[in-house]
C-alpha cells in the first residue's frame, strides 16, 4: 500500500524558513518522479514542485522559484521541501504526492494528507 | 502557462442525477498529461481519470472522462450520495502542472 507521510509544518513568521519532509513507503521510492502541491485555506490546488526520480531534475512554480528548494533522498525514501523567505501567501495545506511516471508528467495518482504551513507574525 | 477553466463553478443536482463538469484550456492540452480529482472536506484529493479518459484503480464506472484540445468534460453518469465533493482537473505541460480552479458538486 502506497502510503507518503508528510511533517515539518507549523507557524512560521514572514521571511523566516520551513522544511518540509515526506516518508514514502510501499513503492519503488526513485521509480517516481515526486512533487509538492499547496491548498491556502478554503482555495483551490496549487502545484509548487516537482522532482525527477533520480533527483537529477527539478522544477519549480513562479510563485515559489528562488525561494523553494524540492530534493529528495532515495536512500531514506524520503522527499524534502525547503523553504525561505517565507510570506503571508505561502499559508496552505503542503500535500506530498507522487507522479505516475519517473519524469513529473501526467497525473498525480497518490497524495499524503498534507501538513499545514502557516505564514504570520 | 496553461490555464484551465472549469464551469459551471457550482453544480447542484440530486443524488440519481447526471453530472457534467467541463474544463477548457487556455490552448492545446495533450490528452495524456490530463486528470481529474475528487476532494471532500478535510481530505487529500483523489485522482479519478488520467489521460482524459481513463479510470484510476478502484474509481467506479459511473465516473467517465472525455475530450480532447482544449475541451474536457467528467462524466458521473448517476450521483451517488458520497460524490458530492469538489472536483480539480489538471494538465501537465512546459515543466509545469496547473490545475482548474474547481467545481463543487452540491446535494440541490
Known amino acids: 500500500e502506497v502510503q507518503l507521510l508528510e511533517s515539518g509544518g507549523g507557524l512560521v513568521q514572514p521571511g523566516g524558513s520551513l522544511r518540509l519532509s515526506c516518508a514514502a513507503s510501499g513503492f519503488t521510492f526513485s521509480g517516481y518522479a515526486m512533487s509538492w502541491v499547496r491548498q491556502a485555506p478554503g482555495k483551490g490546488l496549487e502545484w509548487v514542485s516537482a522532482?525527477?526520480?533520480?533527483?537529477?531534475?527539478?522544477y519549480y512554480a513562479d510563485s515559489v522559484k528562488g525561494r523553494f528548494t524540492i530534493s529528495r533522498d532515495n536512500s531514506k525514501n524520503t522527499l524534502y521541501l525547503q523553504m525561505n523567505s517565507l510570506r503571508a501567501e505561502d499559508t496552505a495545506v503542503y500535500y506530498c504526492?507522487?507522479?505516475?511516471?519517473?519524469?513529473?508528467?501526467?497525473?498525480?495518482?497518490?497524495w499524503g494528507q498534507g501538513t499545514l504551513v502557516t505564514v504570520s507574525s | 502557462e496553461i490555464v484551465l477553466t472549469q464551469s459551471p463553478g457550482t453544480l447542484s443536482l440530486s443524488p440519481g442525477e447526471r453530472a457534467t463538469l467541463s474544463c477548457r484550456a487556455s490552448q492545446s492540452v495533450s490528452s495524456n498529461y490530463l486528470a481529474w480529482y475528487q476532494q471532500k472536506p478535510g481530505q487529500a484529493p483523489r485522482l479519478l481519470i488520467f489521460?482524459?479518459?481513463s479510470r484510476a484503480t478502484g474509481i467506479p464506472d459511473r465516473f467517465s472522462g472525455s475530450g480532447s484540445g482544449t475541451d474536457f468534460t467528467l462524466t458521473i453518469s448517476r450521483l451517488e450520495p458520497e460524490d458530492f465533493a469538489v472536483y480539480y482537473c489538471q494538465q501537465y505541460g512546459g515543466s509545469s502542472y496547473t490545475f482548474g480552479q474547481g467545481t463543487k458538486l452540491e446535494i440541490k
Open positions: 489521460g482524459a479518459s
Open positions: 522532482i525527477s526520480g533520480s533527483g537529477g531534475s527539478t
Open positions: 504526492a507522487r507522479c505516475s511516471s519517473w519524469y513529473p508528467a501526467g497525473s498525480i495518482d497518490y
